[in-house]
């Protein structure tokens, strides 16, 4: 039977090697994170309305057929 190393030597190696791959990591730039939040933002607000519109489009035959 292989010995299986220890858990501290197992997670020394975790860490060594999430080192490693956080150095290959591309980080976006700070105008990059800004554009995509704003796209993101808009996205969300856009959604929002539609969300809202559709609501206000059900509801009104909805309650013309439970308030007669």
Known sequence: MKNKPSVFARIKNWFIDMKA?????VWPS??????????VLIFCLVIGVLIWVLDFVFKL???WIFNR
């Open 21 to 25: 791959e956080l150095k290959r990591v």
């Open 30 to 39: 700070f105008k990059k994170i800004r554009s995509n939040t704003l796209v």
């Open 61 to 63: 035959p909805i309650g």
